[in-house]
């Protein structure tokens, strides 16, 4: 990893309708992981925050749109 | 042959099925409405078959290895049972995802023939998909599908392709189960590999003019739906407009026409037993039964009305969206937003209402969950609300709407407590759900359920309500020694006898008579019965129509022969409302919980707060109106003191093993 690199923001900081690269998930709950990773939300792949709605964060993977809480998407980091 | 479905949750699955079986299982807009696998046979005219094809409907998975309970059955299922084909359903604006699992399956040595489904939404979304280039690349057939459509919807195709490939050798065109598993991490390698196959696949056969991943209708549409304010008045102005419709204006009216066709049958019955059957017979069959079943059957229109409007808010896809504005809430009082779809679904009836708890995923939310959604007042305890404010309220829509402000609230209070009782309320869990896309939701479906739930609410009419009211009529006309009981000396039939015992208990609820309190336990049984049992053991037939009773026998009769003050029938209705539901939903309850000890907990708990509310509202209505106390206050009280104390204790348990807890992690 490039050291100079502007530090890893989580998807909950993140602009809306920017795609980002997945950098790293998380979460010490190895389950929920390999949940994600069968929708296809792991390290390398895109995601982008579409918005974020009474405090829960609609985001769109694979074509599809998941509605993640806070917490999910502070463990996700870009 | 045997065929199973399976696929992505909310990619049309069952609507599927429903069209190739002609069944009618229940379909929603939101993923996870199917919790368990469901056979069915193929209609012959679409296919060439000469022996059966059964199908098995299966919940969705988004891969082979099970994140929920329901996503273990497809998996166990197709891993075990050796269908002879599989049919994939994939949502074709959406291959990306969900050829991931499409590969797995295609890993099993089994047939599988992709259904490429809801592809009328792909023009619509400016997709152009390569069909014959993805059947090669996948090594399988592909059939554009409409679930949805009528005629030329695919369906005929997709049976040919399916009896075609059946004893076909399955080739793997990306084979991960080749490949070294030794650990997680190799797992996981092979499987970013296997995304990677899909994404090129995808690359070649998928041709997109808009992208997905920018702003469109549907967020504008979520923006105002799910607003962190607007959200909620939303909510509550679309589930009272359910209600008002169903329970107050096109319902009621529907109820009036439909009695007055049950009247006529019973002046017809009447006149056909006028003469040489005994008089006994003639009160069962009339009474008991008529009466009794008639007064339950008088409310259909009101349960149709009513199931009618929550399929078409089931099919437009509202319902993740009340999930989102509720998980906020609904996390503080430790549940999840996904808690609220069982709620909803249980206002029409808890049963399935309870399975859909299923989807949750964290055992303690899922089985607080199934614990409180009996709570919502369901459709069959809509002709106790309907009758008590026809006669003690003067149809007085706020008993109804107090209804379900009350059960909302015990919801929250009850949430509460049991996460204090656990221990956990400092533990947290997350929150994921796959947002559908909006649908304009169908009038066929909707009306297609609909019929489904009147005829399974005549059954049941017509079986255990009518069977619990001749034997309530029977109980009622002879004494112990078998004798008929003698008018005047109605508390020595064998209903009185047994029911005595438990009216004395209900004596501080403002309600300790027998006849009450014999509706009361055959409740338990069906919540259509209470209306039923009060039908038989008061002898009154129209419960519906109170102007016409008015005109035979004076404006409160109906009141004064129950002998009950407003503040005593509203107890009654909070006490059937909120004690344990009918037998059937205990039933459920026991599947999804998975554990005697919270079944155990959970009657008791809503056994107390049936009491308590009960002695709460008959206690200080009777105060109000007439400033003292009403009969039984110091023993209720004694009673309702005890409850609320050992709640206080196993709260105060609960909270020291959090805060043990948190020591531990800390």
Redesign the interface.
Known sequence: MKRNEKAAASLAEVQL?R?YVIHEVRTN????K???????C?E???V?L??V????Y?I??????????K??AEAIIV | MKVALTGNPNSGKTTLFNAITGRVERVGNWPGVTIEKKEGVVKQRLHQEKNEIIVVDLPGAYSMSPFTSEESITSDFVKNEKPDVIINIVDAANLRRSLFFTTQLLELGIPVVVALNKSDLLKKKGIVLNVELLAKRLGCPVVKTIATGGSNSGLKELMAAVVGAKGRQQTAPFNGAGMQLTDQEAERAVDKKRFAFVDKIVDEVEEKKISSNGQTKQDAVDKILAHPWLGLPIFALVMWTVFSISQTHLGPFLADVFVGWIDSFYVWAEGLLAAGVSPVLRAILLDGIIGGVGAVVGFLPLIMVLFFLLALLEDCGYMTRVAVVMDRFFKRIGLSGKSIIPMIIGTGCAIPGVMAARTIKNERQRRTTVMLTPFMPCGAKLPVIALFSGVFFNHAAWVGTLMYFVGIAIIVIGALIVVRITGEKNVRSVFILELPDYKFPSIKRAAVSMFAKAKAFIIKAGTIILLCNAVVQIMQTFNWQFQVVAEGAEHTSILAGIASPFALLLIPLGFGTWQLAAAAITGFIAKENVVGTLAVVYSITNFIDVEEFALVGGATTVAEVMGLTSAAALAYLMFNLFTPPCFAAIGAMNAEMENKKWLASALLFQLSTGYVMAFITYQSGTFLTTGAPGTGFLPGLIVVAAIIGTMAYLVRKGNQKAAKKLVLTV
């Open positions: 309708n795609e709950d190895e389950e929920l390999n949940f994600l990773f069968t929708l296809g792991y390398g792949e895109k982008t579409l918005s709605l009474s405090g829960n609609i769109s993977v694979k074509d599809a749109r998941y509605c993640v809480d917490e999910l």
